[in-house]
């Protein structure tokens, strides 16, 4: 991974927006993080997600119908929890207290994730790299996907719109089998730190967890559930599937779109932009008017602010939107927002075409791609 920086260019443009927010919580008296609501939403995805579980192992549901229903509720459960709770929690804005979200944020091993890697790949590589080729892994899926024109181009990748779908619902199975093991290798040979254990000790905390999590979440229901071993096995799929569809479609949807640029450093190492102006090329809201959809998914449709303010939670992301679109119409930088979740789908789905088709200059910006449809303001 080489080295690069950020431009300190327009630093009046930061200065002044992380002012202006700052300046919203203290007339307000509020404070960025979370409060009641968020605590209430942990509960309700909560007990979507083991409310099912505990109706499976007790034997009150026998009906493969309903078995099955079962784990599509615990699959929907298991991505709420993580945008509504694990999300927030594993960036220090679920509470004031960060013992408090340290253990929200350990609920991830009740997804069949590892903490230490998430944060690493979200936090540091995601959020101080959007975009970028070789420090991003959200846009580094495996070859069979392009996300980026600066990846080689394959034939393949000319149905990458209609094939995509089927391997984002395999994102979470791929955790709990393979994706934390290749990435704790990687991240060890990168000289990465993922807290203050070694990664000897933070190996054998991988394979522990693997395995609570596997009789918790197979094992038990295989030896208690009155239906077929391969029902059981079937739902227990179908559970990451449903969830690993979701989570997958509401990040990509924010990164991966016509108004999405994938910048390059210069010679020296240094990118065009402060990293808060990258935030604004790089990422894009939508839905912002649907309040239930937002609730669902954690404020995540709210990624311009989630990524201008990762240590603010969720809940405060509609009411700073207001402010961040206006302060970027003063200072003439873009704001990009589709209208709703459909129309990001969809745009999401052109640049996936558009990133199938077309080998592209990799200096070219994606926000002159034909028939881009969301706003900027």
Same mark, same amino acid.
């Given at each position: 991974?080489?080295?690069?920086?950020?431009?300190?260019?327009?630093?009046?443009?930061?200065?002044?927006?992380?002012?202006?927010?700052?300046?919203?919580?203290?007339?307000?008296?509020?404070?960025?993080?979370?409060?009641?609501?968020?605590?209430?939403?942990?509960?309700?995805?909560?007990?979507?997600?083991?409310?099912?579980?505990?109706?499976?192992?007790?034997?009150?549901?026998?009906?493969?119908?309903?078995?099955?229903?079962?784990? =599509?509720?615990?699959?929907?459960?298991?991505?709420?929890?993580?945008?509504?709770?694990?999300?927030?929690?594993?960036?220090?804005?679920? /509470?004031?207290?960060?013992?408090?979200?340290?253990?929200?944020?350990?609920?991830?091993?009740?997804?069949?994730?590892?903490?230490?890697?998430?944060?690493?790949?979200?936090?540091?590589?995601?959020?101080?790299?959007?975009? =970028?080729?070789?420090?991003?892994?959200?846009?580094?899926?495996?070859?069979?996907?392009?996300?980026?024109?600066?990846?080689?181009?394959?034939?393949?990748?000319?149905?990458?719109?209609?094939?995509? +779908?089927?391997?984002?619902?395999?994102?979470? @199975?791929?955790? @709990?089998?393979?994706?934390?093991?290749?990435?704790?290798?990687?991240?060890?040979?990168?000289?990465?730190?993922?807290?203050?254990?070694?990664?000897?000790?933070?190996?054998?905390?991988?394979?522990?967890?693997?395995?609570?999590?596997?009789?918790?979440?197979?094992?038990?229901?295989?030896?208690?559930?009155?239906?077929? +071993?391969?029902?059981?096995?079937?739902?227990?799929?179908?559970?990451?599937? !449903?969830?690993?569809?979701?989570?997958?479609?509401?990040?990509?949807?924010?990164?991966?779109?016509?108004? /999405?640029?994938?910048?390059?450093?210069?010679?020296?190492?240094?990118?065009?932009?402060?990293?808060?102006?990258?935030?604004?090329?790089?990422?894009?809201?939508?839905?912002?008017? /649907?309040?239930?959809?937002?609730?669902?998914?954690?404020?995540?449709?709210?990624?311009?602010?989630?990524?201008?303010?990762?240590?603010?939670?969720?809940?405060?992301?509609?009411?700073?939107?207001? =402010?961040?679109? !206006?302060?970027?119409?003063?200072?003439?930088?873009?704001?990009?927002?589709?209208?709703?979740?459909?129309?990001?789908? +969809?745009?999401?789905?052109?640049?996936?075409?558009?990133?199938?088709?077309?080998?592209?200059?990799?200096?070219?910006?994606?926000?002159?791609?034909?028939?881009?449809?969301?706003?900027?303001?």
């Amino acid at each position: 991974m080489k080295n690069i920086r950020y431009s300190k260019r327009q630093l009046d443009f930061t200065t002044d927006l992380r002012n202006s927010v700052n300046e919203y919580f203290s007339k307000n008296n509020i404070q960025p993080h979370g409060n009641w609501k968020i605590y209430i939403k942990t509960v309700f995805m909560t007990l979507l997600y083991l409310g099912p579980w505990i109706l499976l192992i007790s034997g009150l549901v026998s009906s493969v119908f309903l078995v099955m229903a079962c784990w =599509i509720a615990m699959g929907l459960g298991m991505s709420g929890l993580g945008m509504a709770t694990m999300h927030d929690a594993n960036h220090g804005s679920f /509470s004031k207290n960060q013992k408090v979200n340290r253990f929200f944020g350990n609920s991830l091993y009740l997804l069949g994730g590892f903490p230490p890697n998430w944060r690493y790949q979200h936090n540091t590589l995601h959020h101080g790299f959007t975009n =970028i080729e070789g420090h991003d892994e959200d846009i580094a899926p495996p070859g069979i996907l392009r996300f980026s024109p600066h990846r080689p181009l394959k034939k393949m990748h000319r149905y990458q719109h209609i094939y995509a +779908w089927f391997f984002y619902s395999l994102m979470t @199975i791929s955790w @709990i089998i393979a994706t934390d093991f290749i990435r704790i290798k990687r991240y060890k040979g990168m000289g990465a730190k993922l807290g203050s254990r070694g990664f000897n000790k933070l190996f054998v905390d991988l394979i522990l967890s693997k395995v609570v999590y596997y009789s918790i979440f197979l094992v038990v229901p295989l030896l208690t559930v009155p239906v077929a +071993w391969y029902w059981i096995l079937s739902g227990f799929l179908l559970m990451h599937f !449903t969830s690993g569809l979701m989570l997958s479609t509401i990040f990509q949807t924010a990164h991966v779109v016509p108004t /999405s640029e994938y910048p390059v450093p210069d010679g020296n190492g240094e990118l065009d932009n402060n990293w808060t102006i990258h935030q604004l090329y790089t990422t894009c809201d939508y839905s912002p008017k /649907s309040v239930i959809f937002s609730w669902l998914v954690g404020g995540l449709n709210y990624q311009v602010e989630h990524h201008l303010f990762p240590y603010i939670s969720h809940i405060h992301y509609k009411d700073i939107s207001k =402010i961040v679109q !206006t302060k970027a119409r003063e200072y003439g930088l873009p704001y990009h927002v589709n209208k709703s979740f459909a129309a990001a789908v +969809w745009q999401h789905i052109k640049m996936l075409k558009l990133l199938g088709k077309e080998q592209i200059a990799v200096n070219t910006s994606f926000n002159a791609a034909k028939g881009n449809k969301a706003m900027a303001v």
